[in-house]
C-alpha cells in the first residue's frame, strides 16, 4: 500500500518556532541576557544591550559566551534582525559547534529570510543533535520543506513534531491541512 500526502489550503499560522534560549549558569549580565531572551523582562533594546555589554565586558567561558551569542541572536531575531541573528548564532557555532538550540535557532531565522534551503540544513543539524525543543526543529523543517515542495516530508515531520510536543495547537493547525490517501 502505498501512502500519498496531499496538501491541503494555504500555509496558515506561515511562523517558525524560535524558542530555545541558551542557559547561561552563574550571574551577571549574562544571565540577565538568558533570562531576557526566555521571559521577554526587558524591552527589546534593552534586552538586546545587556547581551552585548555581557559579551564585551564580562569574563565569560566558552560556554557562556556561546549562549549568550544565542540568546542575543534570538533577541534580534524577534526584532526582524535576521542578518545580526544569524551573525550571532553563527559566532557562537564558532565557539560550541554542538549546540542544538543554536542550529534551531538558526533554521528559524532562514525561515524567516525564505532561505529554505539553508533552513533545512540548519534544522536537520538541530535534529541530529537532539536539540531540547526537538518538537520545533521538527515543525520548522516541516515549513521549510513544504516550501520547497516535499509536502510528504513536511507532512511527516509535522507527525514526528507532534508525537513530541502533543498539545502543540500550531501542530494541529498545520496538520488539518493535509489529507493523507492510499494509492
Keep these: 500500500m502505498i501512502r500519498t500526502v496531499v496538501f491541503a489550503g494555504v500555509l496558515l499560522g506561515f511562523t517558525p518556532i524560535a524558542a530555545a534560549q541558551v ?3 552563574g550571574g551577571g549580565l549574562a544571565k540577565d541576557c538568558y533570562q531576557a531572551a526566555k521571559y521577554g523582562l526587558l524591552s527589546s ?3 538586546e544591550d545587556t547581551c552585548s555589554r555581557a559579551l564585551e565586558h564580562e569574563a565569560l567561558n566558552l560556554s557562556n559566551r556561546a549562549a549568550t551569542y544565542t540568546n542575543r541572536g534570538v533577541l534580534r531575531m524577534r526584532q526582524g534582525k535576521l542578518d545580526a541573528a544569524l551573525a550571532d548564532y553563527a559566532a557562537s557555532k564558532r565557539i560550541s559547534p554542538e549546540s542544538g538550540p543554536t542550529w534551531l535557532n538558526e533554521g528559524a531565522a532562514y525561515i524567516l ?4 534551503a539553508a533552513a533545512i540544513v540548519s534544522l536537520d543539524r538541530a535534529i541530529e543533535l537532539n536539540s531540547s525543543d526537538l518538537y520545533a526543529a521538527y515543525y520548522n523543517r ?3 520543506r513544504e516550501r520547497t515542495g516535499d509536502v510528504q516530508g ?3 515531520d509535522l507527525v514526528k513534531s507532534k508525537e513530541l510536543n502533543p498539545d502543540s495547537p500550531q501542530t ?3 496538520l488539518e491541512r493535509f489529507t493523507v490517501t492510499t494509492n
Design 172 to 174: 494541529d493547525i498545520q
Design 45 to 47: 533594546t534593552s534586552a
Design 142 to 144: 516541516a515549513l521549510a
Design 23 to 25: 542557559t547561561v549558569i
Design 154 to 156: 513536511a507532512y511527516y
Design 113 to 116: 529570510q525564505q532561505d529554505y
